[in-house]
Structure formats: C-alpha cells, structure tokens
C-alpha cells in the first residue's frame, strides 16, 4: 500500500501567500533568508529580522512542511482510527500553519470534515500571519473553514497554558505535535550543564506527549501525530520514546505494525523516518537551489499515538496475512532487489535487526504487471505477507519475496 500525498500546493496557493504575508520578497533575497532559516532549524544562532523570517517559512516551509501530516492521517482514515463526526483539530506550536494546512487538506481528500481548529504558539507574531494565511485561502476557495471554525492563541508543548487554552473544552480528535519537541529538547538541553543522552531525551519525549494526551485532552478515540526531523538522532528519539508511552498507558499506532521491541535500535547506524515522494511546487525549485536544499522528496519521523489500542496494517491485506512496513530504500545489487522489513515476528519479543527482504529477478521475469515487484516501492510504504514467510527462532533473518505470497 502505497502512501497517500497529495500534489504539490498549486501557484493559486502561492499568490494567497505571498498576499498573506503583505510584503515584497525579492526573488534573489528568498533563496538566502531561506538558508538562513534553515540553519537556525539546525541549532545554529542567526540574526534574523523577524519579518524576514516569517516571510521565508510562509512562503518556503510552509508549502513543504503542508505535507508532512499527510501519510499519518491518511493511516489513521484507512484503518478506520478516525471518527466520523465532524472533526476538532488541535495544533500545538502551530507557527504560520503548515501542519493546521496539511491535516485540512488532506482530511478533506479523505473524506472527513471538520468542525474547528485551534492553533496555539509561544509565537504571537506567527500566530498572526497564521491567521492572515487562512484569511488569504478562505478569500480564494483554497480552503473550506469558517472564520468562525478557527482560533488562535498563546502556548507551548512544554506548558500548561497549551492544556488550558480557551476554546478546547472538549476533547479534541487530532492533535498536531510538528517540529515542536526537538525545539524543546534543544532549548532545555541548552540552559543545563549536562545535555541528556539518547534515552534521557527519550524519557522527555515521552512526558511531554502523555501530558497532552491526558491534559489536554485526547478524545478516547482520538490520535496525536507527533512530526519531527529524520535526522538519525531526533528518529531514534521517537523510537525510544515509543516504549515508554506504550507503558504509561497510551498505545503507538504507527509507524509500528507490531508492539515487539523496535528491530532498529539493535544496531546503533540504524533509524526509522519516512522518506515520501512529493516535491516542491514548481515555483519553489530555483528558491531551494538556491538556498542548498532538496526540491525532491521530503523526509520527517513520526510516532501516531491514540488512547485506545490498535495498530496500524495494510487495511487491504489477505485475512491472517502479517502487515510489515518498508524501513529503508530499497537497494539494487545484481539479480536482486533488498529492503528492510519491520513486522511482527514469530517466537521471542525482544530486539532483534530488521528483517531483510529479497526479491530475485528470475523470480518475477515474465511475471505479469500485477504482480508485486519489490524494485516498484518506497521507503515507509506498508505490505502484507503470508505468516509462512516469517522465520522461526533461530532462522536466518532474510525473507524471499516471490510472486503470489506478498502484496503491497
């Protein structure tokens, strides 16, 4: 099953921004306030003007962070996790709205509505381009939310003026966490005299999303999706911190098909990110060359979390069929394809590495065109396997794909 996007955000999406954001840009400066954002992102100090920099996440980060939500919601609609009322959406260190975007747009695709959307920052100045940018939309029919239906104010992931914020006296059904908690981490780990390790951070991850499980709160049959870098250290975080939310009483929903130890946190190289394939709009390419950043494809981790259990699977897959997901790309070497499997596995729980697949070409030559072919799929995309493939205790850790016992 291949993941949902949608398509890069069209030029009418541009002229709302740049409307939105009310002043001229121009075109050779973008590229180098966009640098220099993004360097401020990495941890680096950088003297930006204000203005200069909100400008540069509406009119760059926001039409590639949109897309970042869109996979998680779009498991959470296809394995029948979200509800069907009229949806409440709650984001956390909202910004100028990328995430708050991104979960309309697709909701919409999807085929929910929603009822309201709360956005709330430490950022008040972001906040208020925020609402210029949904103000801009709504003016050119690029969106479907009443004025009415969105609200903003102050509060932060780390504080209980988040939790307690006018407007969310009833449980919320999304809550949107996006690059919010590295944030945290870096600005805490700066003020101490000892940074934390992998799982001291991990431990901290895990605080900050059951409190705004519990606090906030959660509706029962609601889902948080927490969005951070791929970047080898912020994933492995999020991997980590899986463990200990799923002891405290909230339960992961994905990436995770299976509730077993995390196969990539045996070996220290390894990480778990999703590495999607939808690019930047044209209108953005020269600005990203020009500030040294990717236009093609976008990479993020992420951990879905809901109050109730469950996991998530290939929705389509054969009954008793086991779901797996596709951890890293797949790689060519001669006669074969190979990838890494995460998936539940027969026998003991604890960590063990992922499972390799293979795939040979003699196995699928002359085979028809619907039959699956390991050399057609991505990273992150989730299969189904028959049970029989799976290796027992003991067996070696590769698992040959042929034509008619998997599906993507």
Known sequence: MQPFVLEPLSDDFARALVRAVGRKIEARSLPALVERVSRKYLGEKQALAKPDELAARALFFLPRDVHKVVAPLAEL???????ARPLRVLDV?????????GALLALSALGHSVAHVRCVDEDHEALALLRKVFDALRADALI???????????GSADGANALGAPGNSEPWDVMLVSNVLTEVLRSEDARSEAPRDEAARAERVAQLVLSLVHGAPLAEDGALVLIEPAMHADARVLQRARTIIESSGAFVFAPCTHGGACPMLVRERDWCHDDVSVDLPPWLHEVARGAGLRYQGLTYSYLTVRRSAGR?????????????????????????REVFLCAEEPGPTEAREPLRAMQLDRAIKGAAETVPKLGDCARGELVALDPALLPNEGEGRTVRLGVSDWER
């Open 93 to 101: 260190g909202a910004g100028v709205g990328a995430s708050s975007l």
């Open 77 to 83: 609609s296809r394995s029948g996790a979200l509800a």
């Open 312 to 336: 998530v699977k290939k929705h389509d897959a054969r009954e008793g069929w086991v779901s797996a997901r596709m951890v890293g790309a797949v790689r060519e070497t001669k006669g074969k």
């Open 144 to 154: 479907e939310l009443a004025s009415s239906a969105l609200s903003v104010g102050a």
